[in-house]
């Protein structure tokens, strides 16, 4: 894997509002060297779209999927259930309910269909699992991961107060 | 319109263990007079096979969609995605959360897309709410709405305690 | 049903407060031709008033009613005991609570007496949603869908980001 | 006020299942020697009833309502909001939600209409309270409530564990 | 009862800050003409105060408490426990949990000790409330009640939107 | 300190149906060497034997108090206020809300009276806890807690599955 | 990779009781000829045990851990510090709250440090979602997941109801 | 114990943005003459060096320890399961749960290891109940306790409103 080549990761989101929350995961992923492609597509407003952009995308080279959505957040669940690839879920912090109902609509999958969910509105943490993931097969993802896990700690120990 | 002959309503449901909350949408409907199609057909396990069968629901002569799910329950956004159809959607009372789950996964979805969502596990209300809403177009319907509530009302009158 | 001319769908909201929530609803219905009526009558500071408005509606040519309150949220239930139109509630968002008030006051209805339920102060998808339910008798409301539901998958098509 | 004669106090519910909560309202009120009247009155299957019901309590000579109500829960509100006594209203435990719903639904008043909430299925402190209430007008109640006082106070003392 | 007079309500709250949500039940009790004692008697801060007043409250000519807590709400459920007097409770709206922990900590009182809850941050109610009490022995308290219902009423009808 | 001779810490409940759960706290301190005094007194029902006993409570040499209640749990917060000891509350698990009003009656304490929380129906974490806080000043009790430590290690990696 | 050798997902749980749930994440990695290893450590009870098994996980050849746990829920998150290895978080259903306590400790981990967080008890997804990452790297169990994913959908069209 | 000299408590925060809160702690601690030393190290970033650090605090003379943490809390219980010495858990407020999340993560710690938590936010309390624990083995700081407890109160009853 040459860094900035293929994407290996999609990150869709269900609406252009959420942007600003998802491009944290692609911020990631650059620490990490890995390419990604970023979409916006909605599950509801245009669910063919998100059929085929989901059925096509192993093929394509993908090997990760981050979906954001927030309330009846059904992007990630449906994009499990097209794909056999890992799926990442987002919940997009929501107006009313500050993102409990995007959390519990994208955690709370049934059985034979799951999605990775990480914390309302922690697009961050789903670039670095998609890392993590990707770790298993690329040595130098690895690397940088374990790189990144040092320097976390380092920052700890040199924090005054 | 007359009974029981062309199914006017599609219930659909996620999984076979919501068939004994979602058949009470249908015994609501038998009591307006109004036939059904009644099918298990999950939005995650068979996302194809909801696709066709949604799409192909206004063709086939169906007027009002009841779709019930529990948990992430996407199966009602998802239909109301695929189709213009007026789509009820009965949150099932999960096991841990008890259908909090399941409301939220079905009531707050996004604007541009509405699914007319009842109480957790009240597919009884969701068939009558299939019967209102097909009653503005079928007057024996609304016949029959109208004497189902003077018999709620009639009952309460006569309850003794 | 020619456009703007008779109401087909009345809007009941519990205080003047709601109004900047609940036109959305209007503007929806106006996107599909469909003329409405707007009124602000609460069911707990005039219920007599309320009754009569309710009682009156199907015979004034209403076919639906979206009803928006918060808190303690009785309008669009009270509005479903006294009619047999189709009734959509709107949860206002509430100042402490947030809106969970009224999404709870609003859907756990009882065996009997549904109310459509719509996201916590999605009344642009009550308005849709009562389109939806009008189509299934008016067919150019139904044609006016299907742009609809067509202009937002291209939208969804055309996002940049 | 003799004892067991005119009933000073209204128990309504709105639905037969509801009587097994309410009649420890019932229990309480013997306790400290207020006579009631209990009725099954739905404010959603009967909703004419129920107006006629509570506008004429006070002419009867009821002084306190006491409402019991479970999910959407309008029963207390409504009767709030017809009359100006003060009303009671007890959250009955809900299936699904476990009494959330009720409770909400009830204690989450606009301003200008209170219901005076008790704890979820309470109704025991329902007709405490309604006594309390009474007290303020009718001396030998608020003897009896004293006594009561004093007694729960005394087996306090006398636990043994 | 002579207006302003003798003040027959006391109104206690936990905390200086509190004033500004509880200055609402006195405005609400003035509007019937009755007079109030207002004062801040913390039950955690100063316990042995609280209980002096709340002994004392009876024979001083108070017949309604109103009290207003937040958070760990205690102060309601304490005075309850140590007059027979009736005890309104007012959940004051707290940062982190918007109040669902001061409306937990007031209304969910053991059997034997009522609160009579009203909504959060509901003040207004609370003063309303407590002139509902009063009103069955003042008649004059009653008939300004029923004016100011017909007030609302009134405007509700007169609102243009 | 010799152990069982003088209770070092008062174990307080709201009422008698909380004793199974209690009594894991003092199972714990057992344990631990410490000798604790159990008694039932109500927050709400004996308000005045409250007051005394926990007035009394240092000098009669208890170092900690432990109080279990549930619902509108006022106990732990009440005697919280009325002494300087750390006092550890434990909400008991209630029947509808399952625990969650009693935990937030009693963790969110307003500044300046502390409640020290552990988990719903935690009792025995609450003996756990007062032997830490008594092991800063009694070694012995510090020597049993980590041998108690060092055997839930041993237990886990003894563990077969 | 052949079937059943050498173990490329380590099970970790907090505790004896959980184990009846988390077999399921072994009978998933199974039916997609993934070997694993089970163990219960607890974040607790053992943290030095924890500690050592997750540093050593990577060098032994595991390539996901699956941890289950319930309440305050540490041990995926801890595991997940530990070790940058994909981490999959199954909460453990709790008795008063229902896992709602156990999912919020997985899922809202701080960013830098993800968990791949599954529904409440759902050890069943847990193993699918290990197979799903494992899937980027062997071939054969893409196969298996996509035979396994066709199984669904040609249930779901033979379902009669 | 002279005051300021030996530090008696330990302050841990997991994160530098934690420090506005947490630095109430210490304040507090002034207040009753306990010298404390604050530190920023995440369970999450630096397992390492918060094992190493609460492993030695014991040794270092420290009696208490105060933990906060936000989101999936897992600081104080981690801390907890490492030392036998009291920790104090500060839950603190997080962004979308408002800290629901951190004090479900803190408060619901298994049978075993126990942490003593305060309200969401409430490090202000944490420092108080650190005195308080102390107060049982260094009479000064039960002085300081004392005339504390006297001063709030003296201050209600000063309160003009």
Known sequence: MSESKKP?????????SDLETMK?????LEEFGVACE???????RAPDLLFEYVKA????GFEVLICGAGGAAHLPGVAAAITTLPVIGVPIESKALHGMDSLL??????????VATVG?????????????ILSIKYPEVATKLKNYADKMAREVKETKI
Chains 1, 2, 3, 4, 5, 6, 7, 8 share one sequence.
């Open 120 to 132: 309302i509105g922690n697009a961050k943490n789903a670039g670095i699992l998609a890392a993590r």
């Open 57 to 60: 995308a192993k093929g394509r």
């Open 105 to 114: 609509s994208i955690v709370q999958m049934p059985g034979g269909i799951p």
């Open 24 to 28: 944290e995961a692609q911020k990631s």
């Open 38 to 44: 970023m979409r916006v597509i909605s599950a509801h």
């Open 8 to 16: 290996l990761v999609g990150i869709i989101m269900g609406s252009k």
